[in-house]
């Protein structure tokens, strides 16, 4: 009696296990969602690619002003920001659970919340809840007035000792594979990016790229009281964000290649974290922390301050645009002292992601032009 007893919560534990295995190898949709969604980024930056250059073409045949002074809005107007995607690098109403990824870590780490951590969650929290119900209905002084003086059985014992210790071994194996992954450092030509956590800012520098320093407040949000004075509201400008995560100045960086963020702070301790990059590190005064961003497609992600830092916390956004390596080097033009050097040249060679192929073959005329003008 009491033996068969045992085989069933035995074999309610194997089941369980393998059930939980069975989840785990089903984690494609979660993948083709990301893959989905992400099209429509690289469609709105497919847009935006030819719109300035032909603009900029049109005024050129034009003619009007001397050579010159066309010259110079060339590099100016070469740039428009990017129009984010709505639900795309930025919360949802209703949201819940880990925002879609648009990294390779990010889908990585989705994949282990979705497929292994959520199911097996699921599975031991109904096989307990079963097991008590059982226990609760079976063994109540009613149903079992003579309580079983049973001690120990060292087969349930050895079952309940090694299926634990096998369920953690398997959640421990990609766990610390990702902890591995996210804390690699970036190759040696990544180009850095210089954060600095201020109270209540965030300022990017680009020590590649001439050391421009680019500072970036949160918009104002019209019908409520002025946060940053002098900083225009959301909304006034067509490619805005949602209010409250979009900025006057966006950090830009480059898509499809390595970018080593270099994160420190000037006052208090921030954090830099953008949920949909899967990145979150902390600003520290005093010190420098380091991270690799890799960014697959381009688009706007936004993220906010995550460690609590004072009266304005809540309005220190972050927002990144990521552009193809030809409309980031154009940016990069547009910022004063901005320049594009030898050593970005091997990474916008190598440029691996298919996603910006399509912008590669729109954008070499802007570029090359632009180029002298620097
Ligand atoms: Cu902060």
Redesign the pocket.
Known sequence: MKLGNYATKAGLAARALGLSLALAVSAQPALATTAATGEQVSVASDERADVPVVEEMAEGVAGGPADTASEAPQAAGAYTPMTPTEGVGMPVDGGIGIQTQYSALGDYAAWIHDAVLMPIIAVISLLVLGLLIWVVVRYNRRANPVPSKTSHNTVIEVIWTLVPVLILVGIAIPSIDLLAKQYRPAPADALTVKIT?N??YWTYAYPDNGDFEVISYMLNEPGRPVVNAGVREVGSEPWDGPAQMEVDNRMVVPAGEPVRLQITAADVI??FAVPSLWFKLDAVPGRVNEKMLFIERPGVYYGQ?S?L?GAK?AF?PIAIEALPREQYNQWVLTQAGGMIDGQDEPAAAAEPAAATEGEAEAAPEATESAAPAA
Do not use: A, K, L, P
């Open positions: 956590g109270q209540w921030h954090s301050c460690e830092c916390h220190m």
